[in-house]
């Protein structure tokens, strides 16, 4: 999903840095002390935390538009198109379910959903979106998608209940899921990548087409920063009112939380392109875009290595559990300590994603 001409610096190094903070958040030291902001909200509301999946949908979509821009114009064959759309689409589905099922590979309890599987769907229905439709159409939809969602939300009554409801495990996303979605659930009773709330993290890789087209514009390279600095003002401001109404949530994957998310990562893309790409300050760039020459192999790795540095016990505690009590006993704060092992973390799983980007290996799912 790298784009292929016409490269932006400060995309690959958000799709970096993005995938940094995945793992920075994944990770902690030690689950129980974990700064609040570094946590997922417990349900509605926003931390950084919530910012780190839809702002990856976001580059997903930005660079879907990078990536197929020329052979949509030049007239390419889309059944060749569908087709490595689709093989890439379960390829990072099937790594998921890799990652879901390990260490013990227990069939009999696997759960179908998680990161992964949802950037595969947002991955398939934008693609085929942006090969079919032009920027206004997408905008419609997703639009549509999200207005849809929300009066489902708040008019239909959770079947069971009799009233509407937006409350963990208790509203029609949960029900829905009851129903149809096999397989264990992350929450016992409910899951954050559920099968309705697939639908508007789709926008959310439709919000990072628009902001793509945007920079494929004959606007001046200054009218893109500040088109898309509005845009991102505006559609965060919108989201918050929405969110008076329509809580911001991530586990539910709200039109507030899509409008709100987008918002931000628009304002983020646009003040880097505007330092790195119109300005040329590109010090600082660097890891961000080793780590996103190899994004989502990064994110498998980080899956892996933790099997070692969280899972191994040497002696009575994992390694983690070591250095945090260390750190603790040092007098570092407990929260900190955290932190500071979490970043440690990150910091391991550069050393092959440098060694991958010196030798020019990308590997692409």
């Known amino acids: 999903m790298l784009p292929q001409n016409n490269r932006l610096i400060s995309l690959d190094a958000l799709r970096g840095f993005t995938i940094a903070a995945m793992l920075m958040v994944n990770f902690p030291g030690s689950e129980e002390h974990v700064f609040f902001t570094l946590r997922h909200t417990k349900w509605s509301g926003l931390s950084f935390t919530d910012l780190v999946a839809p702002f990856f949908l976001f580059v997903v979509g930005v660079s879907i538009v990078f990536a197929y821009s020329k052979r949509k114009q030049d007239g ?73 969602y929300w009066l489902a939300l708040t008019l239909i009554p959770t079947p069971g ?56 514009s004959n606007f001046t390279p200054n009218e893109k920063v500040n088109y898309l600095m509005t845009a991102g003002v ?68 980080g899956d892996v290595l933790a099997l070692v540095f969280y899972g191994a016990k040497f002696g009575e505690n994992s390694l983690n559990q070591h250095v945090v009590n260390g750190l603790i006993n040092a007098g570092v704060a407990p929260n900190l300590a955290s932190l ?3 970043l440690f973390f990150v910091s391991v799983n550069f050393i092959p994603a440098y060694w991958l980007y010196r030798k020019k290996i990308f590997i692409k799912l």
């Open 76 to 148: 390419s064959p889309k059944g060749e198109l569908y087709k490595k759309i689709v093989i890439r689409s379960l390829k990072i589905f099937m790594v998921g379910m890799f990652l879901n099922l390990m260490p013990t590979f227990d069939f009999s309890d696997i759960r179908w959903t998680g990161t992964l599987h949802r950037i595969a769907f947002v991955f398939l229905g934008c693609a085929i979106l942006f090969l079919n439709t032009n920027w206004k159409q997408q905008a419609w939809i997703g639009s549509i998608i999200l207005v849809v």
């Open 161 to 216: 209940v009799g009233q509407v409801m937006l409350e963990p495990g208790v509203n029609l996303v949960a029900w829905f899921d009851s129903k149809f979605l096999p397989g264990k659930m992350w929450q016992g009773t409910w899951d954050p990548e559920s099968i309705l709330s697939t639908f508007p993290s789709i926008v959310s890789g439709i919000t990072g087409m628009l902001a793509g087209r945007l920079l494929q």
């Open 234 to 301: 505006f559609s965060a401001a919108l989201g918050y009112f929405w969110g008076l109404g329509f809580p911001v949530n991530e586990n539910l994957w709200t039109s507030s939380f899509v409008l709100v998310t987008s918002g931000f990562a628009a304002l983020l893309l646009g003040a880097l392109y505007f330092m790195v790409d119109i300005l040329g300050k590109t010090k600082g760039t660097q890891p961000g875009i080793i780590f996103g020459a190899n994004a989502i192999a990064v994110y498998v790795l």
């Open 340 to 342: 500071l092992y979490a």
